[in-house]
């Protein structure tokens, strides 16, 4: 491969950095902090940017990065020619189809992308602009060790990719495989895929079980002795999303990241049925949080909710404890439930904490309809709870070590993959960390997610949505692309710094869900059996004065509900009278209160009659008393678990944090610049790394690359010595090297090696 580098001085990354305002620097750290870094004052340690950049990388960018450290970017400047030529040979390597590579034009833009996140530098390059370079293009240092061929992480996504035998015939080739293979195949997966073996030598058996398994495309050679699990088959074993062969490496701008694949078009039937989930949805998570505001729950010692509460909430809703868990966990994606110290304190208080309703659930019980779908996916786009993992008997619902960030990435990307033709191939050009993360049991407890929240939709007209990816025959809804969308918007917002309010958002996605809602109606039939028959969509309003005053049998766009005496006791009991429950009725029906049939109406003085003895008093199951009616709910504050809670200005919060980091990172270079290396204190020009591996790692990629590197060593006599060097043989008993100041040639051990330093 051919390398081009200026006669100029090498412009390190440090000062590159430094060439960039206070302002341009810290933008770039809230980013990172955007993205999911925790520790903005950990950034810039030894001026480098931390792993949390890869993982935003699209696998276009990564590969750009790969085909960087191939060409020994960290150590001198290349060009967009010597890049361009380089992901050619990957991509031939990968076998990626040629309708699937990207024009020079997009490999432009992935370049000026990388600049933008401190990945990849040069004088022509900026922090914030889309300024693009030809020439004397380097990236950090700390970024080869990354990508060597045996890391565990898939990086290297022209490896990743390389295996030809087509998705489909994946489960039958692995498991047509002899035992003895197919237990290496699990060996090798469970110990992160590399393994070593003199079978693989050239002049060693070729029917050998690692050098057949090789010509299938099951495993990687690496070298004459190391192979590697194939990317593909390791996500197969594992369950999880694959690529397609080759991979696919288009270009998609960050700020399409997030909003729905513009190939998606809505239908209207699968519109239709998801409304109408999603309304069925709403009202029966409305009757749960009625129930849970009078009665908290008790949580297990490990935090979790166990089975016999569950069982007790399935007796006073009249439901299965199946169905029960199910709506407790959408509650709690949905940020409407959380663990703390409720108030007011439950009667049966044991000084713990309870299980119980959070502010956010209190406002979604009172909001329109419209809002209330709006709340839900929103507060379902940004949880962390792994979900599936409860389908494990072993696992209790709720329980801490089920969260994990990469869950809520995987939904805050759903409406973007979901309305993708293929969802799968989609996710790993889009998000490749991200897709080595996804597995089909995942994802298909995604998707049933998404169908009760109106997110997906069955239809018959359309073919079966990619059947590898476990998915049932569903479609993507209007109010998957209104998510997806305003999500976009939300993020590029968060990303820069603007602030967006929450309830902001809310508005914002309830807009475009309204145009999916039929028109609500105002009347009801009320019938002599005491029954009253809803014929389609009531407003938020009306539904909640109907369920004060009558039960649930039926729900949905079209609702039925019976009254009785009981349930006119228990209105009464909560502040409805008999003249405010005569007006509704009279109100909602067609002919106004004269078509109420007379038993009806007498039953309403009857309950008010009844009231006034004691012994007949309900009980009342819950009410939100925020209207002023029946008893004060039991609630916790809402907690802020992710990044779609209630903000004011998100990047206030870190502002003195930003600017302490920024300052550090200009006094560090500063000083350094002032300092002499020999004296042991620290040089912007150089790193230094002492860990035994890490030292082996230094030096393999300086053998590479033909860089030098500065070696400290215990010398013969027992002495510490520094000399620059270059390398020109290595093995795992003997470093062979050239002294650069005389040109003497010289063997040292590794485990006489205290330290490298390397050029940045």
């Known amino acids: 491969m051919n390398t081009s580098a200026s006669t100029e001085p090498a412009l390190t990354y440090p000062v590159w950095l430094s060439q960039h305002s206070d302002e341009e620097i810290a933008a770039l750290l809230w980013r990172l902090h955007a993205e999911g870094s925790s520790a903005l004052a950990e950034q810039f340690r030894g001026t480098t940017i931390p792993e949390p950049a890869l993982h ?227 009202q029966e998570l409305t ?43 959408l509650l709690y994606l949905c940020n409407f439930l959380a663990r703390e110290f409720p108030e007011p304190t439950p009667a049966e208080d044991n000084g713990g904490t309870y299980w119980a309703l959070t502010e956010h659930a209190l406002d979604f019980a009172e909001a329109p309809l419209a809002t209330q779908w709006a709340m839900l996916l929103l507060g379902w786009a940004g949880a962390n709870y792994q979900s599936w993992l409860t389908r494990d008997s072993e696992q209790r619902p709720f329980e801490p070590h089920l969260h994990a960030t990469y869950a809520a990435e995987l939904r805050r990307f759903f409406p973007a993959v979901f309305t993708a033709p293929n969802p799968e191939t989609y996710l790993w050009a889009l998000r490749p960390a991200l897709a080595t993360h996804a597995t089909r049991v995942a994802w298909k407890e995604l998707v049933e997610e998404a169908h009760h929240l109106g997110l997906a939709a069955p239809t018959s007209s359309l073919p079966p949505k990619q059947e590898h990816t476990g998915s049932p025959e569903v479609t993507a809804t209007s109010a998957t692309r209104a998510l997806g969308t305003v999500i976009s918007q939300w993020h590029r917002a968060l990303a820069s710094g603007e602030a967006m309010p929450f309830r902001h958002v809310v508005a914002q996605l309830a807009t475009q869900l309204e145009s999916v809602l039929p028109a609500p109606v105002d009347m009801l039939i009320i019938q002599g059996d005491h029954t009253i028959m809803a014929p389609g969509l009531l407003t938020a309003e009306d539904h909640r004065a109907l369920s004060r005053i009558a039960d649930a049998e039926s729900t949905g766009m079209a609702s039925v509900w019976r009254v009785s005496k009981s349930s006119f006791l228990r209105a009464l009991s909560i502040g409805e009278t008999p003249a405010s429950i005569s007006d509704f009725l009279g109100r909602m029906a067609p002919g106004g209160i004269e078509s109420v049939p007379q038993s009806l109406r007498y039953l309403i003085d009857d309950a008010a009659r009844a009231l006034s003895d004691s012994s007949q008093a309900p009980e009342i199951s819950g009410a939100t008393g925020r209207s002023g009616r029946g008893s004060t709910p039991h609630r916790v504050p809402t907690p802020r678990r992710h990044e779609l809670d209630p903000s004011v200005d998100p990047r206030a919060d870190f502002a003195r944090e930003l600017a302490e980091a920024v300052e550090g990172f200009r006094r560090a270079l500063s000083t350094a610049e002032n300092d002499d290396p020999d004296t042991g204190s620290h040089n912007s020009d150089t790193r230094t790394v002492r860990a035994t591996r890490e030292i082996m790692t230094e030096l393999r990629q300086a053998y590479s690359a033909g860089t030098k590197v500065r070696l400290h060593y215990v010398d013969y006599a027992g002495a510490l010595a520094k000399e620059w060097i270059s390398v020109i043989m290595m093995s795992p008993s003997v470093i062979s090297a050239v002294m650069e100041d005389t040109g003497e040639s010289f063997t040292v051990q590794p485990h006489r090696v205290a330290a490298v330093e390397v050029p940045v």
């Open 56 to 282: 935003q990388l699209t696998a276009l960018e990564l590969a750009t990065v790969h085909a960087a450290c191939e060409i020994g970017a960290a150590s001198h400047p290349v060009s967009s020619t010597d890049l361009e030529d380089t992901l050619t040979e990957l991509f031939d390597i990968a076998g990626t189809p040629a309708d699937k590579r990207p024009n020079r034009e997009e490999q432009q833009s992935a370049i000026a992308s990388l600049a933008r996140w401190g990945l990849m530098f040069s004088p022509h390059l900026h922090l914030s602009s889309d300024a693009q370079g030809d020439s004397e293009l380097r990236i950090p240092a700390h970024l080869p060790p990354l990508f060597e061929p045996a890391t565990e992480e898939l990086w290297r996504l022209a490896d990743c990719h390389r295996c030809p035998i087509p998705t489909a015939e994946l489960p039958e080739v692995v498991n047509s495989l002899p035992p003895r293979q197919r237990r290496l195949l699990g060996t090798l997966s469970r110990a992160g895929g590399v393994g070593n073996s003199a079978s693989l030598r050239p002049d060693a058996d070729p029917a050998a079980p690692l050098p057949t398994m090789v010509r299938l495309g099951v495993l990687d050679q690496l070298d004459e002795s190391t192979a590697r699990l194939s990317g593909r088959v390791a996500m197969h074993l594992k369950g999880g999303f694959i690529s397609e062969p080759g991979g696919d490496f288009p270009w998609i701008p960050a700020e399409d990241a997030l909003a729905p694949h513009p190939d998606f078009q809505a239908s209207a039937r699968p519109d239709a049925a998801a409304a109408s989930t999603a309304v069925q949805t709403i």
């Open 287 to 329: 009757a749960l949080i009625t129930d849970l505001s009078a009665h908290p729950i008790q949580p297990l010692t490990s935090g979790g909710i166990g089975t016999r509460e569950i069982g007790k909430i399935a007796r006073r809703l009249n439901t299965s404890p199946e169905t029960v868990t199910h709506q407790l966990t």
